[in-house]
């Protein structure tokens, strides 16, 4: 079952994403991947690298297909053109992938300065019309294409406010709605009522959301989730992994408690294993769907 199918048939929905070292090569890293299949509807390629190769990240979600995995080709629009963004969905599209997960900002370092908002080249409504000639079989250029395209678009969003999300952000989840995007994923998801009124005050949209969920490693790393990244974090939760022996069990028992109060809430979850992709396959097996 695909993504697309997952989400459309209501079911609680999980996937999760991958890092590629840069001292490693796709091939390389896919075997460590094998214990998610069948046990993920999504699987997105994150690069350890800012400027990691777009070609590399369409390598990974070619080998995945040819693994029966469903990849999430991951594209942004910040330090891009419609040409460079248009070329790199042809290719996508040449390989079977057709999830997309868009960001049409740096959702995770964000900021409302007018330098900052000015610092994206491409905005939503030039994107989506990339896509929209795409998939009636047109470039740019308004030039017939050899074939149309289909994809499945989904947005990243901030959550961060709970209620109080921004008009400016709730202007631009609307347009990403009206221009195309059937599903949103969220910033990472550790308190559970902030997250539950962010729900609420979206689900006008109509569209469904996908909480993140980051599998915690140190308590240093929550405390700098919370500095740098606006992440509330609950008390409770960075004493547990501070406190934890193991650290990957504290976190694996964390990351099941969340994801067993957002079930229902949203329609799924996304894991961020942050290193730990070899062994999340038994957590995910947990997850009652």
């Not at 409302?112 to 908002?117: T, V």
């Not at 017939?144 to 990243?156: A, K, V």
């Not at 996908?210 to 960075?238: D, S």
Request: proline share 4%; aromatic share 8%.
């Amino acid at each position: 079952m695909s993504l697309k199918e997952a989400l459309a048939s209501k079911r609680f929905v999980v996937t999760s994403e991958i890092y590629l070292p840069q001292d490693k090569s796709p091939e390389d890293y896919l075997e460590q991947i094998f214990n998610l299949w069948g046990r993920v509807d999504g699987i997105r390629f994150q690069p350890f690298a800012a400027d990691a190769a777009v070609s590399d990240s369409l390598t990974l979600c070619r080998l995945l297909r040819e693994k029966k995995f469903d990849p999430v080709f991951q594209v942004t629009t910040r330090d891009r053109n419609r040409l460079e963004i248009q070329d790199a969905l042809v290719h996508a599209s040449s390989v079977g992938v057709q999830n997309l997960l868009v960001f049409t900002q740096d959702y995770r370092v964000s900021g409302d300065s007018l330098q900052e908002l000015m610092f994206f080249h491409v905005d939503m409504g030039k994107f989506f019309s990339v896509i929209d000639g795409l998939q009636k079989g047109t470039d740019i250029h308004g030039k017939d294409l050899d074939t149309e395209r289909t994809f499945f678009i989904g947005s990243g969003v901030d959550a961060t406010a709970g209620a109080r999300v921004p008009d400016m952000e709730l202007r631009e989840m609307e347009q990403l709605a009206g221009g195309g995007a059937q599903y949103f994923i969220t910033t990472p998801v550790f308190d559970v009522d902030q997250f539950a009124a962010f729900v609420k005050k979206v689900a006008p949209l109509g569209i469904p959301v996908i909480a993140e969920v980051i599998m915690l490693h140190t308590a240093m790393e929550a405390r700098l989730l919370e500095r740098y990244g606006g992440i509330n974090i609950p008390e409770h939760l960075i004493q547990a992994i501070e406190k934890a022996p193991v650290k990957f069990d504290g976190s694996a028992k964390i990351t099941l408690e969340i994801i067993d109060s957002l079930k229902h809430l949203c329609a799924g979850v996304h894991i961020a294993p942050f290193g730990w992709e070899n062994k999340i396959g038994p957590l995910i097996q947990k997850i009652k769907r």
